[in-house]
């Protein structure tokens, strides 16, 4: 048997080395599951687009010397493409939770076998419903957010886990699929936020370790907080948040535009469609 696939994840901003995807074959919004879908329910998903703007992205992050690990897509699995979702990885481990969306727990048993295939270690299951999205770590704090996805149970479960992390709550308000349309971390001292999606309390305690970047209502509904951070100050971001965008250059960051405005009708982007297992 091969050796273990090297894995490491201590930040959202640590340079990329590894990553799982899955293309969106069939991707559909055939089932409502959050509120970006309401609005694109009739409209829908043109396949060929979304798989030509996946595959730029694919090639994006291998352009900056990602490697990137595809699940091949199953049929009727619409959701698939957002591997983010199904597991997340801290320290030297991925660890797998059960997804809340009942037409999602099939994608767990290919995420698995993909593990497996690759020798990448994982913890399995230990903690019920909660989904990566929600997940965000930033060294020795994970910040997890409270929502149809994640319970505090779950919360409460993954410190019990991970004693020697610090895990903070952070309830969402209603509409707010997970946390990373919400909150994202991209360098040790800088956050993007959309205000909106949590309590003045929690905002006062992500500004107290953070300066903030504020988005407003029509870059959230764009998921301007779901960027991509590579490493060394560069991030994958849509070229519709033109105001994040122009921030984020301001404060040093080079931001490398990428369409995909086709996914992002199923109510995810660049985080949501990428899961990290290494970062260095």
Known sequence: MSAETQIACHTEYDVLKKVIVSPPTYMEISEVINETQKVYQSENINTKIAEEQHADFVKTMQDHGVEVIEIEPKPKLNEQVFTRDIGFTIGDKVRIGKMASKIRLEEIKYFKNLLEEHNIPYQDELIDSIEGGDVIIDQNIIWVGISLRTT??????LQEILPDYQVIDLPLAEGILH???TFNVVSPDLALVYRGGLSETDMDKIQSHYEVIEVGD????TLGTNVLSIGNKKLISLPENKCVNQTLREKGFEVIEVAFNEII???GSFRCCSMPVERK
């Open 265 to 267: 009708k199923s109510g």
């Open 179 to 181: 946390l990373d349309c």
């Open 152 to 157: 505090k149970h779950a919360v409460a479960k």
């Open 218 to 221: 029509e870059e959230q509904f």
